[in-house]
């Protein structure tokens, strides 16, 4: 029902910033809401960020809490992911996914569009 290409990725120094982009194409984009995803290497895929679909209502895992916001345009297909104060802990591909559940959630299996992943990686 809706296809996800993530964008943005690459290599940054540890406390710098990246913004990452999810462009949706297929049914209203609207009627989902967003998440972020991030899996190291070796580690099993972690929630980062979840948001409504009018965006409202935000939630963040407690690890990023303080330094990435999550964002959607609505009338351009995209949500976003802006990242700061980069740790080289963050080192991870970055995964944004979609669902029709009404609540914005931190659970993977909530979601049940996902897209490619964009690799981050953080110098120290």
């Known amino acids: 029902q809706v296809q996800l290409v993530e964008s943005g990725g690459g290599l940054v120094q540890a406390g710098g910033s990246l913004r990452l982009s999810c462009v949706a194409s297929?049914?209203?984009?609207?009627?989902?809401?967003m998440g972020w995803f991030r899996q190291a290497p070796g580690k099993e895929r972690e929630s980062v960020a979840a948001?409504?679909?009018?965006?409202?209502?935000?939630i963040y895992a407690d690890s990023v809490k303080g330094r990435f916001t999550i964002s959607r345009d609505n009338a351009k297909n995209t949500a976003y992911l802006q990242m700061s104060s980069l740790k080289p802990e963050d080192t991870a591909v970055y995964y944004c996914?979609?669902?029709?559940?009404?609540?914005?959630?931190?659970?993977?299996?909530?979601?049940?569009?996902w897209g490619q992943g964009t690799q981050v990686t953080v110098s120290s």
């Open positions: 948001v409504t679909r009018s965006g409202g209502n935000i």
């Open positions: 996914a979609a669902s029709l559940t009404a609540v914005a959630k931190l659970t993977a299996e909530a979601y049940n569009y």
């Open positions: 297929g049914r209203t984009f609207s009627n989902y809401i």
